[in-house]
């Protein structure tokens, strides 16, 4: 896949905004960093089955409340496209309706091509994740303003949430075993920490 990719470039070294757009869809983790592709592996069972818990729980809260449309990885959201191409994948993005300006499948896809950052991001951290990367990933979503990010961590069996503040993130709780996840973002959900790492 990175070769044909590599093919599509006007520059095999690097990826620009255009290649970007020729791309073919593709279910493999990645993101595009300084305009390299950057490959991950597979996220491991517990993640996904994270991931499932989380998507299910703050989907049925979204929906029922027609609040917005919830997306879950792969998915890019691009940081920015000069001087060098730069696109993030986290776990789970919120899109209120307001933000979108508009309801449905097509505002979502209009707001996207306009490059509309999302209301909350997820990330489910890895054991692997280390501290410089997370930061790097965190400053640029604050670089497009994203307002609400949550850190999920199963080894800790903590969610921290944390808002953005003066273009950088500030925590706002932080929530162990049995305590319910405030958020701005979604300010009625009824989500705790043994939801998401439900086993």
Same mark, same amino acid.
């Given at each position: 896949?990175?070769?044909?990719?590599?093919?599509?470039?006007?520059?095999?070294?690097?990826?620009?905004?255009?290649?970007? @757009?020729?791309?073919?869809?593709?279910?493999? =983790?990645?993101?595009?960093?300084?305009?390299?592709?950057?490959? /991950?592996?597979?996220?491991?069972?517990?993640?996904?089955? $994270?991931?499932?818990?989380?998507?299910?729980?703050?989907? /049925? *809260?979204?929906?029922?409340?027609?609040?917005?449309?919830?997306?879950?990885?792969?998915? $890019?959201? !691009?940081?920015?496209?000069?001087?060098? @191409?730069?696109? +993030?994948?986290? $776990?789970?993005?919120?899109? /209120?309706?307001? !933000?979108?300006?508009?309801?449905?499948?097509?505002?979502?896809?209009?707001? =996207?091509?306009?490059?509309?950052?999302?209301?909350?991001?997820?990330?489910?951290?890895?054991?692997?994740?280390?501290? +410089? *990367? @997370?930061?790097?990933?965190? #400053? $640029?979503?604050?670089?497009?303003?994203?307002?609400?990010?949550?850190?999920?961590? +199963?080894?800790?069996?903590?969610?921290?949430?944390?808002? @953005?503040? /003066?273009?950088?993130?500030?925590? #706002?709780?932080? *929530?162990? +075993?049995?305590?319910?996840?405030?958020?701005?973002?979604?300010?009625?959900?009824?989500?705790?920490?043994?939801?998401?790492?439900?086993?």
């Amino acid at each position: 896949m990175a070769v044909k990719f590599a093919e599509l470039a006007a520059d095999p070294g690097e990826i620009t905004f255009e290649d970007y @757009l020729k791309m073919p869809e593709m279910m493999e =983790r990645h993101e595009i960093i300084e305009g390299v592709l950057n490959m /991950s592996p597979a996220p491991s069972d517990d993640h996904q089955l $994270d991931l499932s818990e989380l998507n299910d729980r703050v989907k /049925s *809260y979204v929906r029922s409340n027609d609040l917005g449309i919830v997306l879950f990885a792969p998915m $890019d959201v !691009t940081i920015r496209k000069l001087p060098k @191409l730069n696109t +993030r994948q986290p $776990d789970l993005a919120f899109f /209120s309706w307001a !933000t979108l300006g508009g309801k449905g499948r097509e505002a979502l896809r209009e707001a =996207r091509e306009r490059g509309v950052a999302p209301d909350l991001v997820v990330e489910i951290l890895s054991p692997e994740e280390t501290k +410089r *990367y @997370l930061d790097l990933k965190l #400053t $640029d979503y604050a670089s497009i303003g994203i307002p609400e990010t949550w850190l999920a961590n +199963r080894e800790a069996m903590t969610v921290e949430v944390m808002r @953005l503040q /003066s273009g950088v993130y500030v925590r #706002t709780g932080l *929530y162990g +075993r049995g305590t319910r996840i405030v958020s701005q973002a979604l300010p009625g959900l009824a989500i705790t920490i043994d939801d998401i790492f439900a086993s």
